[in-house]
């Protein structure tokens, strides 16, 4: 296994945390739903790690509140922008 393997974006967990819990998910199609993940992951700053659990317990209470409140915020902008969808008003014209 390269070294690449095995570090990943530790916000990839904690973004995938919050959209397990979303509602508006199923409105979205498959294609959306894999955007919205790209696109929320985008607009944060990457926090490379090897393991979760030892960055869950490198945070503290009000770090990781901070960054959930970051995330839902993202996940929201993400969202709108999504569900008004510019690429089909373009087609629409």
């Not at 294609?31 to 607009?43: H, P, T």
């Not at 317990?57 to 510019?86: G, T, V, Y």
């Amino acid at each position: 296994m390269g070294i690449s393997e095995q570090i990943h974006n530790f916000n990839e967990f904690l973004v995938a945390e919050q959209l397990r819990d979303l509602r508006q998910l199923d409105e979205l199609n498959d294609e959306q739903k894999l955007d919205l993940y790209c696109i929320v992951l985008n607009r944060l700053p990457a926090r490379y790690v090897r393991h979760d659990v030892d960055a869950l317990s490198s945070l503290s209470d009000e770090q990781r509140q901070h960054l959930q409140e970051n995330i839902a915020i993202e996940i929201n902008d993400a969202l709108d922008f999504l569900l008004q969808d510019r690429r089909k008003e373009t087609r629409d014209s």
